[in-house]
């Protein structure tokens, strides 16, 4: 129960802090962070977790990472399922305070983003759904890929927070356009229950994408990297 918390408060800061900093700072009026302030906080949330709770529950955050660790047998398919329930019930907790906060502003609309992921009309670039699906794949493929690097006991030891953290910061400056960026179906969860909608209607791409490219990327690794790890 001390992983499954873990991952919980690890996916609460992740959506509070990453999407937190879309819905509210993003184009606040004169001093907004922008996608370069997104993505940073993005990669923030994930660096101060990793050190927090790494040495409980391996800071996962993500059902993706975990089926692609367990992929490239890195995590017991034992816990499989418990860690996804425990990180989406983080997200979704995540996302009702950040809704709580949000709609303390008068005239705040929940439908028209709430930092959801989409594609075709809803994608911030205007991007198609192959194209969503696409980058999703490709970028979370990357992301278990330098996890499993970063991680390997091969590895310099200690660094591993920062690599996975900046990751994701990239991670974001290249595919916020696309797809808002999710590599992370918690994260997408998180949000998309309070828009409701088309958010709903396009969740399924953000869970198939990044699970497939997260095996992927774990496979790729083991294969160039060897089953040492």
Not at 126 to 144: N, R
């Amino acid at each position: 129960m001390r992983q499954y918390s873990a991952e919980f408060i690890g996916t609460f800061w992740l959506v509070l802090g990453g999407c937190g900093s879309a819905v509210l700072a993003a184009a606040f009026p004169e001093v907004g962070i922008g996608l370069h302030g997104v993505a940073l906080a993005f990669g923030l949330t994930v660096l101060t977790m990793a050190f927090a709770i790494g040495y409980i529950s391996g800071c996962h955050l993500n059902p993706a990472v975990s089926v692609g660790l367990w992929a490239g047998g890195r995590f017991s398919g034992s816990q499989l399922v418990p860690y996804i329930v425990a990180q989406v019930l983080g997200a979704i907790a995540a996302g009702g305070v950040l809704y709580l906060i949000a709609t303390g502003k008068a005239g705040f609309d929940v439908t028209a983003s709430f930092a959801s992921n989409g594609y075709g009309e809803h994608s911030p670039g205007g991007y198609s759904m192959t194209a969503a699906l696409i980058s999703e794949v490709v970028m979370t493929a990357f992301f278990l890929f330098i996890i499993m690097g970063a991680t390997d006991q091969r590895a310099p030891a200690g660094f591993a927070p920062i690599a996975i953290g900046l990751t994701l910061t990239l991670i974001h400056l290249i595919s916020i356009p696309v797809t808002n960026t999710s590599v992370n179906p918690a994260r997408s969860t998180g949000v998309a229950v309070y828009a409701g909608g088309w958010a709903i209607d396009q969740l399924w791409l953000f869970w198939i994408a990044p699970i497939v490219g997260g095996v992927i990327g774990a496979l790729v690794y083991r294969a160039v990297a060897g089953s040492r790890t």
